[in-house]
């Protein structure tokens, strides 16, 4: 008897709250996807509205991730073995939100890479910006380390104009299980500047559930995006400085070694 798929859907929320100069809080309901890369071939076969690199109500497609040019857990397995995290043998579980009608925006996506004993072993932070731009941040998880993982790693990739450079990124997370969990904290030299969290709850990937996530959240890959500029509009109405988008980093990963926030980059 085969085991069950661990692809899977999670339903639930996405918050952020900035703390300075001015308050301000965000909190939409979302959907997320859950792909054991692994089982991307069987879901494509088994599933009659979700697809891999072709058009569906959702998909997955490679040119979102990634370097854009080959599978994603392919390139994952590139920066874990610059990085000389051995996870051979094991596998890699990406959460994002998915294409829906051919459209998808994702401000940070999530690898959780396992070894072959099936444990945590590093997590890959994928970010992207509004111009198009991506940037990842690769953070090893310690054997034997206790839940939450927690990482945290200096700011190197611009997302907001609202937000200097000169920041820190603290994450907290569990593997995806029957609950979703994920925070993030951004710091500066003033302290807690802000505060991201989504949350959800699992639910099988089967055809029945796809349509469901559909009709409930029909426009939600062009709301998260809407959002983000409807919020952006809000925060410079309050007054809030607008800081210069610098050049991105000269390579796409940046390799954060165990147990603080300095890093080397990755090619």
Same mark, same amino acid.
């Given at each position: 008897m085969s085991a069950a798929p661990r692809s899977c859907l999670y339903f639930g929320t996405v918050m952020h709250q900035r703390l300075r100069p001015r308050r301000h809080r965000l909190n939409y309901r979302v959907f997320t996807l859950y792909v054991d890369l692994d089982e991307l +071939?069987?879901? /494509?076969?088994?599933?009659?509205?979700? %697809? /891999?690199?072709r058009f569906n109500l959702l998909a997955l497609h490679d040119a979102d991730h990634g370097d854009g040019a080959q599978a994603p857990a392919a390139w994952v397995r590139q920066q874990l073995a610059t990085a000389g995290i051995d996870t051979r043998g094991g596998r890699?579980? #990406?959460l994002?939100? +998915?294409?829906? #009608?051919?459209?998808?925006?994702? +401000?940070? %996506?999530?690898?959780?890479c396992f070894d072959s004993c099936d444990a945590l072993a590093a997590v890959l932070y994928e970010v992207h910006n509004t111009f198009g731009e991506r940037h990842s941040y690769l953070m090893r998880v310690e054997p034997g380390a206790p839940e939450p993982v927690r990482h945290r790693c200096a700011k190197r990739f611009h997302v907001s104009p609202f937000i200097a450079m000169e920041a820190t990124y603290h994450f907290r997370l569990r593997p995806p299980g029957e609950r979703l969990s994920i925070a993030i904290a951004e710091t500066d030299a003033g302290g807690p500047l802000l505060h991201a969290a989504t949350t959800g709850e699992r639910t099988p990937l089967t055809d029945a559930r796809l349509v469901a996530a559909l009709l409930r959240y029909p426009l939600m890959t062009v709301?998260?995006?809407?959002?983000? /500029?409807?919020?952006?509009?809000?925060l410079w109405l309050k007054g809030v400085a607008v800081h210069r988008k610098p050049a991105p980093p000269a390579t796409p990963v940046t390799i954060v070694p165990a147990g603080g926030p300095a890093e080397r980059e990755g090619r």
């Open positions: +071939p069987a879901l /494509h076969r088994r599933l009659r509205f979700f %697809s /891999h690199n890699i579980g #990406l994002c939100y +998915p294409r829906l #009608l051919g459209y998808a925006f994702n +401000p940070i %996506s999530v690898y959780f709301k998260v995006i809407a959002g983000i /500029h409807w919020e952006a509009l809000k």
